[in-house]
């Protein structure tokens, strides 16, 4: 049997259950985890606030592992043979069905409404299909991808899901060369946003967040201006940005929050013409006021949302994490590890900001062969 942390229904605490190993379909393969993520969306999932979320589910949408078994061929996107003991990601959306008016007319894959996620839209009645579990069924056409040499596993986990999110929207947000880049929110999401404006060549970087750990964390991610926005006014935030930037506001603004208040000061802390990028409102929180005259038209204010993840992101910035781990603190990053059984504590450490990251290691230390 296997063991798998499950969250029985929104407000309830995550239980330990045993499942029958999953029998092999041609095309599929099995995956023993090493780490799982912790994620805000995990908190968002338990709090039933996802709609198309099915319980029972297996939380754990970023994951890393070793491939264990494999029914028939299983290759990589570039064509190589994927093999049992490779430690290895796979991306957890699938399904993005390249034929749908979403897919084909609007080249928008991530609006796509076939599109299936491990951990969040997967109930545990049709499967090992989350992370948070001794192993994995990675269903046929999942895309498995090794992680580059050198790089460890924590040093994977550490981006998680952030990784790629943030590589999205920075790639949203068009970032040019010598541009000003402001990022609310010192999260993960705000931390690889900081991470991905430094490497493309932003001339400054200011990130608002709260919290010792995040801010800490921020500083050590090497940003120019780290602006504590506890005993600040929204009206004093802004200023403070302003102030970083010859009063102008940053070039490129990105929200990583989560907070629909944040939006109204995000959009002023932007410059005129700038580009803003919304990413952090992955569930709905709320609804805002805002004055679309001095904040979008005459701003002449360039506003992008960004939903999910295509495969390319996931590629991109797996590929890229032997210069980030060289750059940044990465694993650092994942404050503590936790057992399967210690997954309520995990999340009430994320919840309560405890913690930068939080990971499941539901096999405890794993050999790598
Ligand atoms: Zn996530
Ligand atoms: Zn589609």
New binding site residues.
Partial sequence: MIKAAVMPAPGRAVEIREFPEPELEPGSALFKTIYSEVCGTDIHVQDGKLSLTPYPLIPGHANVGILEAIEGDLKDVEGNPLGAGQVVTFFDVHK?????W??LVAKA?TR???RKVYGITYGAEEGLLGGWSEVVYLKPGVRVLRLPEGVEPLTFIAGGCALPTAFHAMERGDMRLGDTVAVQGAGPVGLMCLAFAQMAGASKTIILGNGAPRLKAARDFGADVVIDIDGLSPKDRVEAVLGATGGRGADLTVEATGAPQAIIEGMEMTRDAGRYVVVGQYTDLGDVLINPHRLINRKHLEVRGCWGIEFGHLYKSVQLLPRLAARFPLAQMVTRTYSLTEANEALADVRAQRVVKAAIAPNGPVEIG
């Fill in positions: 993005t069905c390249n034929n749908c979403y897919c894959p796509c409404p076939n």
